[in-house]
């Protein structure tokens, strides 16, 4: 195996195979080239069985990453390589180990958090305890399951949230629903209790890696800790200078605490960068210098220094806003694409003055974090009508759709179904066959079961894709969407493209369609939404710094530089300022080519103009100002008062949608909207208001 083609802090890293080796490597320093190649030089040159090798990672996307990457070195096939993120290795020991946690069966179903919140929500509806957002409830839940610290001021609250905690996992016990934070929780509590599974583990895996080491947070150090604490043989590798997710529970102290649980640990640095000029890097290098309490190293880089990053002090927002766009367009104009581009800001409010102009200037855009596909209700809907059919006992996924076209079975009558299943020790689905109800539900109820009979019964002989077209009719599912104009088209686009995830499914998996919907839901279950984001579109990139990590772009603008937006104003302690700094440096490092960092001196924000101060970072770049705003001190509303509206004008209104301006006198105008607002008389210059661009 060729190793030459890495540098010799990367070759040090890939062959120190035994005992615990940690791996610091900066940003753009081909991290994921390491662990790729530590892994086939694991295989191939040591000979080491891949079933002893685990590699875990946080997004599905850099696990798929890393297997094409194995595959590409070794030509082997690695779909079923121990290679996943966190949640799948667990789910995948808890589905081959979970009943030895009483009452968890094998078939048990994994929720998303949009499931959770509406269990929380029914609880806290059921028990008239509405004081408060079920999601709030929800994320108290959630915080305590991954131990990660925190409050309730108000011991209303604080009530709520101790009742529907307890109620919420005796719901997920009976009826054997494990959410995402289970998944992490349980694997832990199944290892405490049968230390003849956790030895079996033990002994199985030999060598651990783990991507992104700063990100873990204390479960997931604990988990592999235990893993690895028979053989010793883990490799993690990370960047303190780019830990930016405490408020998910990442503990930057795990770096710490590794080097004092393996006191042999062989620190390694990766400091070549191959993704930025030198002179990105020395802003770079300038900023995170101020960060006490961290592993030492500097990034270089052997391109040339290139273009120095401009720092431009606008006069106003728009000021700001302008010299993007202007910016933007002299970039097309030499060549770029607009897909080599970021707008990148602290805050997701910040992008919406960017986005005004971005339309109005016709130029294409995409907000990074966008609701991810299968978040989306109808996907969900459709779904759920899969699960049941391999799964008739899913109760969950029933609920959901048994009312889903509506079907007018109330409460009462799900209430009744549920006492007679429990009477009869089975399912409601199965339940169905021998309830007897008065009026006309029970036929509605019995023809629900016999269309999806019907449907299962024809599930081995047709495609996978064509489950969606029987839903879609027998069900009445298309019926429904119908009823919904204006948004008919679209959603029924989004089952289209559910259709061709199930062709890919049918090619992807093997076995019978009932095993392969069987994989396909399971691996379905533990999507995420940045699993389902593409920067790949042709359009000028908008996204705050958390989401775009791990990016990179040609052209990156930092914008809204400045005190109490970045750092926020509610930063106060030394801590809290060194992680809003490291967010700073992971903006910086997104840019390959060319940085921009922009603030305002007159912003508005929140319905009132306010007076900016620059953010203290942009000192610590060692930046000055090279160019001053030339544009005179207006504000955005100001500026739109210079637009002439007319008669046969499209405008948008951020209510009312798009319209059509009938007729125009002074400041005052007529515009036809879409039903159902109809016409409206508004003034011209109202904010709300926006005139599009023909």
């Excluded at 832990?188 to 030999?206: A, R, T």
Aim: aromatic letters at 10%.
């Amino acid at each position: 195996m060729d190793l030459q083609e890495l540098n010799s802090a990367q070759q040090e890293a890939v062959t120190t195979t035994e005992g615990p080796v940690m791996v610091m490597a900066g940003a753009g320093s081909g991290k994921t080239r390491v662990l790729t190649m530590r892994i086939a030089y694991l295989i191939s040159e040591l000979k080491i069985p891949s079933p002893q090798i685990l590699a875990v990672t946080f997004t599905n996307k850099a696990a798929r990453e890393m297997k094409e990457r194995i595959a590409g070195i070794l030509s082997i096939d690695t779909k079923y390589m121990w290679v996943s993120t966190f949640h799948s290795f667990c789910a995948r020991v808890l589905r081959m180990e979970i009943e030895r946690l009483s009452p968890y069966t094998a078939s048990f179903m994994i929720i998303d958090e949009e499931d959770s919140i509406k269990i929380v929500k029914d609880i806290m509806k059921e028990n008239n305890m509405m004081e408060c957002k079920p999601k709030t409830i929800h994320n108290y839940i959630s915080k305590a399951k991954n131990f990660i610290d925190f409050s309730i001021r108000q011991p209303s609250i604080e009530r709520i949230y101790i009742y529907v905690y307890e109620k919420y996992e005796a719901y997920l016990r009976k009826n054997n629903l494990v959410d995402f934070d289970d998944l992490l929780l349980l694997t832990v509590s199944l290892f405490k209790k049968n230390p003849d599974i956790l030895e079996k583990y033990q002994n199985k895996f030999q060598y651990i890696l783990i991507d992104e080491f700063q990100d873990t947070n204390a479960i997931q150090y604990d988990l592999m800790v235990m893993l690895a604490s028979r053989h010793h043989n883990i490799f993690v590798v990370g960047d303190d200078f780019q830990s930016i997710y405490s408020f998910r529970g990442a503990r930057i102290q795990n770096i710490n605490k590794f080097r004092k649980d393996f006191i042999e640990t062989k620190l390694i640095l990766l400091e070549e960068n191959y993704r930025s000029t030198g002179s990105i890097l020395n802003v770079a290098n300038q900023i995170i210098e101020n960060n006490p309490n961290q592993i030492k190293k500097k990034l270089f880089s052997n391109k040339k220094n290139g273009v120095l990053p401009c720092y431009y002090h606008a006069d106003t927002g728009y000021g700001e806003v302008m010299f993007v766009i202007d910016t933007i367009r002299d970039l097309m104009a030499r060549g770029s694409e607009y897909k080599d581009i970021a707008i990148l800001y602290r805050a997701n409010y910040l992008s919406r003055n960017f986005e005004d102009m971005l339309i109005r200037y016709q130029i294409p855009y995409k907000i990074y974090g966008a609701l991810s596909f299968f978040s989306r209700k109808e996907i969900k809907d459709v779904i759920a009508y899969l699960r049941v059919l391999v799964f008739p006992d899913d109760t969950f996924s029933f609920l959901r759709i048994i009312n889903e076209p509506k079907r007018k079975i109330g409460p009462s009558t799900i209430e009744a179904l549920t006492k007679w299943a429990n009477f009869q020790n089975v399912s409601l689905y199965e339940s169905i066959s021998t309830f007897s109800s008065k009026g006309s539900v029970i036929k509605t109820l019995k023809e629900f079961k016999e269309r999806m009979d019907s449907i299962r019964f024809q599930m081995e002989n047709v495609k996978l894709r064509d489950l969606v077209d029987l839903i879609l009719t027998e069900m009445e599912y298309e019926t429904a969407l119908k009823k919904e104009e204006d948004t008919y088209e679209d959603r029924m686009e989004n089952v289209r493209e559910l259709k061709s995830v199930l062709r890919e499914t049918e090619e992807y998996y093997s076995g019978s369609n009932q095993e392969k919907l069987e994989q396909f839901l399971f691996d379905l279950a533990l999507r995420t939404d940045k699993d389902n984001e593409s920067a790949d579109a042709n359009a000028v990139l908008l996204s705050t710094y958390h989401q775009v990590k791990g990016l990179e772009f040609d052209t990156v603008f930092m914008v809204a530089m400045e005190e109490t937006i970045f750092p926020f104003s509610d930063c106060k302690t030394d801590e809290e300022i060194e992680e809003e700094r490291r967010v700073c440096y992971v903006g910086i490092t997104r840019a390959k080519e060319r940085l921009y960092v922009t603030n305002a001196e007159n912003r508005y924000l929140f319905g009132s103009q306010n007076y900016m101060f620059p953010s203290r970072f942009i000192k610590e770049m060692g930046l000055t100002v090279k160019k001053q705003s030339v544009i005179n001190r207006n504000t955005m509303e100001e500026e739109k008062e210079t637009v002439v509206i007319k008669t046969g004008d499209k405008i948008n209104h951020k209510v009312f949608g798009d319209g059509v301006v009938v007729k125009a006198e002074g400041n005052k105008i007529t515009v036809a909207f879409a039903i159902p607002y109809g016409v409206k008389e508004l003034l011209a210059t109202h904010p709300s208001i926006r005139k599009l661009i023909r």
